[in-house]
């Protein structure tokens, strides 16, 4: 009951947040959110022949970013439908197909794709163990997955003013802006406690990836995660 409950509440928020979603993205992150992406994606060593399958792809910022870094076979995968109405608006010549799916149960053949991303998607995820599961059984040999997340900074004096701006700010301007009263208050609180109970790389490995590479970004505010199969 609670995943189902999870799993409607994310969808609804981004059903309707989707027309302000990359303006607040910007906003909110001060423009930063460019960099997290693009940076990510070199860390990734995605080349000319990876077929990339960014889930939680939103509106298709990353892969917007992936085709620029010469990655011709995309597939975005979002549960969101009026977020992949956006997406395909955007990236019409993006090579591939985009389909409403979850995570946990991603509607793609085993051994297909050799680059999966998923950017400030997985708290969204209802299971992430079965999502994580799902990955590896559609990547192949030496693929790799490569997670984009919130974290809270390490540092006091930081991590106080990061949290201030979390709880006081951004959702104010984001209610403002989207007219969505829960979307981002939703936010500061999936990011709180995701940091305080899940462990990205253990998860990963339990579900079978081996090598497992974690990167703090921007004062530790952001991680990048990627996992070889």
């Not at 040999?141 to 006091?156: H, L, Q, S, W």
């Not at 701006?165 to 936010?187: C, H, M, N, Q, W």
């Not at 974690?214 to 996992?227: E, M, N, P, R």
């Amino acid at each position: 009951m609670i995943q189902m409950e999870k799993k409607n509440t994310v969808k609804r928020i981004f059903d309707s947040i989707a027309p302000k979603y990359d303006f607040l993205n910007h906003l909110l992150s001060f423009g930063v959110d460019i960099y997290w992406r693009r940076k990510a994606l070199k860390l990734s060593g995605l080349t000319k022949d990876s077929i990339l399958l960014d889930v939680a792809c939103g509106t298709g910022d990353v892969a917007i970013e992936a085709r620029k870094m010469g990655v011709s076979k995309i597939f975005g995968a979002d549960f969101s439908h009026n977020m992949l109405r956006h997406f395909n608006r955007k990236s019409q010549w993006i090579v591939g197909n985009n389909f409403q799916s979850v995570a946990e149960k991603i509607p793609v053949k085993d051994l297909s794709v050799t680059n999966i991303t998923i950017a400030f998607g997985v708290r969204n995820f209802y299971d992430i163990q079965t999502a994580f599961n799902s990955f590896f059984r559609i990547l192949k040999p030496a693929g790799k997955v490569t997670i984009i997340e919130f974290r809270m900074p390490e540092n006091k004096f930081f991590k106080w003013i990061y949290t201030f701006y979390f709880k006081r700010i951004l959702p104010l301007i984001g209610r403002v802006i989207s007219g969505d009263t829960e979307a981002y208050s939703y936010l500061p609180e999936s990011v709180k406690e995701f940091d305080e109970k899940i462990k990205l790389p253990e998860l990963l490995n339990n579900s079978g990836f081996r090598k497992i590479d974690a990167y703090k970004l921007s004062f530790g505010i952001v991680q990048v995660v990627i996992a070889e199969k």
